[in-house]
Nanobody, 124 residues
Framework: VQLQASGGGLVQAGGSLRLSCAAS????????MGWFRQAPGKEREFVAG????????VYADSVKGRFTISRDNAKNTVYLQMNSLKPEDTAVYFC??????????????????WGQGTLVTVSS
C-alpha cells in the first residue's frame, strides 16, 4: 500500500488548509486511516483517525472543533480539513493506514503504512 499526502503549505494564523492522502488500495486494506504530525524536536503525535465506515472518528484534544477528518472510499482518499490554524499547528503532517479491523489507535506504532509527509507552516 502506498500513501501520497499533499496539500501542505504556508498559511497565516486563523486560516485554513485541506490535506489529502491518496492510497493505492481501497478500504479493505486500510481499515483505519489516520493523520499524525511531527514538529521540529518533538515526537510524532496523533491528530485524527477515521474508520472505513467513514462514520467513526477520533481527534486529539488539541484539534477538536478545528480539524475534520473525512474519507472518500470510492477515491481511496482521506482528507484533513484544518480551520482556525494556530502557529502551534506547524509540523510535517503524515497520513497512515492500519489494515486491521479494530478501534482507532492513537499511537504511531499501530499503523502499518505511512505517507511521505507534507509540511504545514502557520505564521503568526
Amino acid at each position: 500500500v502506498q500513501l501520497q499526502a499533499s496539500g501542505g503549505g504556508l498559511v497565516q494564523a486563523g486560516g485554513s488548509l485541506r490535506l489529502s492522502c491518496a492510497a493505492s488500495e481501497g478500504p479493505a486494506s486500510m481499515y483505519v486511516m489516520g493523520w499524525f504530525r511531527q514538529a521540529p524536536g518533538k515526537e510524532r503525535e496523533f491528530v485524527a483517525g477515521i474508520r472505513s465506515s467513514a462514520v467513526t472518528t477520533v481527534y486529539a484534544d488539541s484539534v477538536k472543533g478545528r480539524f475534520t477528518i473525512s474519507r472518500d472510499n470510492a477515491k481511496n482518499t482521506v482528507y484533513l480539513q484544518m480551520n482556525s490554524l494556530k502557529p502551534e499547528d506547524t509540523a510535517v503532517y503524515f497520513c497512515a493506514a492500519d489494515q486491521w479491523p479494530r478501534a482507532i489507535l492513537t499511537h504511531a506504532g499501530g499503523y502499518d503504512y505511512w505517507g511521505q509527509g507534507t509540511l504545514v507552516t502557520v505564521s503568526s
